[in-house]
């Protein structure tokens, strides 16, 4: 299966209706051949389902490319060369507490897993930035939390990983200056790799 072929087979998915599972949209992702990063969140939000229709599009996603702007990556060029992705890709519905979005569950995890497997397997970008602990969990495990985990850089199955903390619950966490440090720290580095592979993708040379 091509990529093409994939996103074809995404967008028609209704596993988790079929399984009983609530959705609110659509499948929403942004997948582009050859990309290098690939940002991977938990999961679109409302303004995505009813709005946009495109992922990180709303108040968490501009918020996101605000911090992304200062590693030096334009939104409208990353959006039409990178790879926006989830754990899972169809919005989950409000939060039962009214706290913001539902968390997805292990089993609609488990049911989406495929694509975003597929989708590395066919991409093969060489810059993973998972945001928020559901999707940092899923590159970096879940055994130090997600605070230990900011502003390093890791690397697993030839891949560079960046996390960093998800926009839509990032405000508390700056309450703690350190965590503002953890975020500069993981921006700095992921503008030293957008230009490292700005200069060797054309030589063919490893970063
Ligand atoms: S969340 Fe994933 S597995 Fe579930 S219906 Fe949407 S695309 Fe399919």
Redesign the pocket.
Known sequence: MNLAELQAA?AA???????G?F?G???ISAVNPGATFMIVGQ?PGRHEAEVTQRPFSGPAGRRLFRWLAQAGFDEAEFRATQAMAAI???Y?GPHPGGRGDRV?SRA?QA?????LEAELALIRPRVLIPVGGLAIGRFLGNDRPMTALIGERFEREGRIIVPLPHPSGASQWFNMAENALRLERALALLGQLREQLARTLSSGEEI
């Open positions: 995404l998915c209704r596993k988790c209706a079929e399984a599972y959705i949209s659509r499948p999961a899972t890709r169809c989950p997805p609609e049911l989406c897993a495929t694509w």
